[in-house]
């Protein structure tokens, strides 16, 4: 029963490098979601999915590329980075978009440039 | 635009405590309301929701009542336990295709 599995769940970058965080998940949802987690914050939607081969901004999504070639898969994209993309970030994914729909998380991967 | 608003932490209580987390939005329409639980090192997870006025979500002996008068949404639990202590987020999802909208979460810390 594995859900929503992300990878690393800890990376350091230094400014400028490139990465690529993962995301998979085998529950055959079509909806998928980053979001990043702030200290003292909220977590902030960077970039979603509605289904393979499409993908749309949230709020936050600068600095950051998605890419939904595969139903399971979600890979999210960080070019040159920036010390203010430290940050958790986390995965999730859901069945439908309805109103009432909750949403199933991974466990998150912590980020620092530096 | 719609947001939520919770109270600041970290909330410290001993086992056994009364717990309120208060929580507020703002939205258009009629958003459907959740709190979310994240223990150490895990992901987010639904702990209860509720989807029209006056409707109250319950799990695990925590509940919320959704109160459009006040737009509030209070998460509350009788007698918390050491395993309890876990960040909470409210977060609102408004019905017209909306995304989900966190709260910046609360910290409760429960001690022995």
């Known amino acids: 029963n594995a859900g929503v599995t992300q990878t690393p769940k800890f990376r350091i970058l230094k400014i400028g490098q490139s990465m690529t965080l993962q995301c998979t998940q085998d529950?055959?949802?079509?909806?998928m979601y980053w979001y990043r987690q702030d200290p003292g914050m909220g977590l902030k939607l960077i970039y979603y999915?509605?289904?393979?081969?499409?993908?749309d901004k949230g709020e936050v999504p600068n600095g950051y590329n998605v890419s939904r070639s595969t139903t399971e898969d979600f890979p999210l994209r960080l070019e040159l980075a920036a010390p203010s993309q430290t940050s958790v970030y986390f995965c999730?994914?859901?069945?439908?978009?309805?109103?009432?729909?909750?949403?199933?998380f991974g466990s998150g991967t912590q980020l620092s440039v530096l | 635009g719609n947001s939520v608003t919770q109270m600041e932490g970290p909330v410290t209580l001993s086992e056994e405590a009364f717990l309120t987390i208060n929580c507020t939005y703002t939205?258009?329409?009629?958003?459907?309301l959740f709190w979310y639980v994240q223990y150490p090192g895990e992901g987010l997870q639904l702990l209860l929701k509720?989807?029209?006025?006056?409707d109250k979500g319950s799990n695990k002996g925590f509940e919320a009542t959704y109160r459009k008068e006040t737009t509030s949404f209070h998460l509350e639990k009788g007698s918390v336990q050491v395993s309890d202590s876990a960040v909470y987020f409210c977060?609102?999802?408004?019905?017209?295709?909306?995304?989900?909208?966190f709260g910046q979460g609360t910290e409760l810390s429960v001690k022995p």
């Open positions: 999730a994914s859901s069945p439908r978009d309805s109103s009432n729909e909750k949403l199933f």
């Open positions: 939205a258009t329409g009629y958003p459907s």
């Open positions: 529950m055959n949802h079509n909806y």
């Open positions: 977060a609102l999802k408004n019905n017209q295709g909306g995304k989900l909208i």
């Open positions: 509720a989807t029209k006025a006056d």
């Open positions: 999915s509605v289904g393979a081969g499409i993908t």
